[in-house]
């Protein structure tokens, strides 16, 4: 089993920095790709960012320039550096990610979310 969690998140002001840390612990062989999904209230959860095992990056569009998802493999954390907040980034983040076991069956793990809250 696969644990993954996060920390980082808290009250900024609009135009302030978080950064936010998820830590996958457990029996791990290999961790693929990392992400962080935001769910805001009465919304469907989306995608923020991705990084694939090989550092291949991705982002939706909305954080394009401000936000920059990054990993240590050494560590198995993965983070997400927010710069520029905006109110309507407030929402839970949570970190997801895959990859095998040492029997190499697949795993597929979702953290228990931070709360991200960005004051006008």
């Known amino acids: 089993q696969v644990q993954l969690v996060e920390s980082g998140g808290g009250l900024v002001q609009a135009g302030g920095s978080l950064r936010l840390s998820c830590a996958a612990s457990?029996?791990?062989?290999?961790?693929?790709?990392m992400a962080w999904y935001r769910q805001a209230p009465g919304k469907q959860r989306e995608l923020v960012a991705g990084i694939t095992s090989g550092a291949n990056t991705n982002y939706a569009d909305s954080v394009k320039g401000r936000f920059v998802i990054s990993r240590d493999n050494a560590k198995n954390t993965v983070y997400l550096q927010m710069n520029s907040l905006k109110p309507e980034d407030t929402a839970v983040y949570y970190c997801?990610?895959?990859?095998?076991?040492?029997?190499?069956?697949?795993?597929?793990?979702w953290g228990q979310g931070t709360q991200v809250t960005v004051s006008s």
């Open positions: 997801n990610a895959d990859g095998l076991i040492p029997t190499m069956a697949r795993w597929v793990s």
């Open positions: 457990g029996t791990i062989f290999s961790i693929n790709a």
